[in-house]
T-cell receptor, first 115, second 108 residues
Framework: DTGVSQDPRHKITKRGQNVTFRCDPI?????LYWYRQTLGQGPEFLTYFQNEAQLEKSRLLSDRFSAERPKGSFSTLEIQRTEQGDSAMYLC?????????????FGPGTRLTVL | DAKTTQPNSMESNEEEPVHLPCNHSTISGTDYIHWYRQLPSQGPEYVIHGLTSNVNNRMASLAIAEDRKSSTLILHRATLRDAAVYYCILRDLNDMRFGAGTRLTVKP
């Protein structure tokens, strides 16, 4: 399967712990996006990379959140000192292109539960 | 940020056409109109996009009003597998901003 993959699929953690999620985009896709989705809502944009450069960050991305994409390949999203409000589905998407017409391909998401 | 307005939910009968409306009165000249859908327990998937002209692909058709302040996604023959949340999105260069979407229920 050459689609977008995310790991882990599910994560349960205690409040205050740090968590890290990984996203492997479709090979050769230069753009990678992170979204957060809570129950009953559409995905909310968090940040995106073009190759290894992080080009935009949402105000939703507090200083507890950090994302990296070393060498323009896979990406990681880390949440430090998790809070119960961080419980959500975290979606990754990738695309090829540099315009607002490129198609984003989404992964299955990582569901985070903070106890 | 340009926003979209969609009905919260719609119902359709299987094998009948479905018209999903979207209002985007604050659309700018460079915004593309994208539609994605999200099936249960899956990430969103691309359906169709357009700028000014109507568009057709194997999944659906997109009808765009002449003033671009509204658009309609058309599923020509709804199947049970089309039951999903459909998102109408105005896309600028850097990101996609989803609304709450329209939950489509397809009745057999």
């Amino acid at each position: 399967d050459t689609g977008v993959s995310q790991d882990p699929r599910h994560k349960i953690t205690k409040r205050g712990q740090n968590v890290t999620f990984r996203c492997d985009p479709i090979s050769e896709h230069n753009r990678l996006y992170w979204y957060r989705q809570t129950l009953g809502q559409g995905p909310e944009f968090l940040t995106y990379f073009q190759n290894e450069a992080q080009l935009e960050k949402s105000r939703l991305l507090s200083d507890r959140f950090s994302a990296e994409r070393p060498k323009g390949s896979f990406s990681t999203l880390e949440i430090q000192r998790t809070e119960q409000g961080d419980s959500a589905m975290y979606l990754c998407a990738s695309s090829f292109g540099q315009t607002n017409t490129d198609t984003q391909y989404f992964g299955p998401g990582t569901r985070l539960t903070v106890l | 940020d340009a926003k979209t307005t969609q009905p919260n939910s719609m119902e359709s009968n299987e094998e009948e056409p479905v018209h999903l409306p979207c209002n985007h009165s604050t659309i700018s000249g460079t915004d593309y109109i994208h539609w994605y859908r999200q099936l249960p327990s899956q990430g969103p998937e691309y359906v169709i996009h357009g700028l000014t002209s109507n568009v057709n692909n194997r999944m659906a058709s997109l009808a765009i009003a002449e003033d671009r302040k509204s658009s309609t996604l058309i599923l020509h023959r709804a199947t049970l597998r089309d039951a999903a949340v459909y998102y109408c999105i105005l896309r600028d260069l850097n990101d996609m901003r989803f609304g709450a979407g329209t939950r489509l229920t397809v009745k057999p």
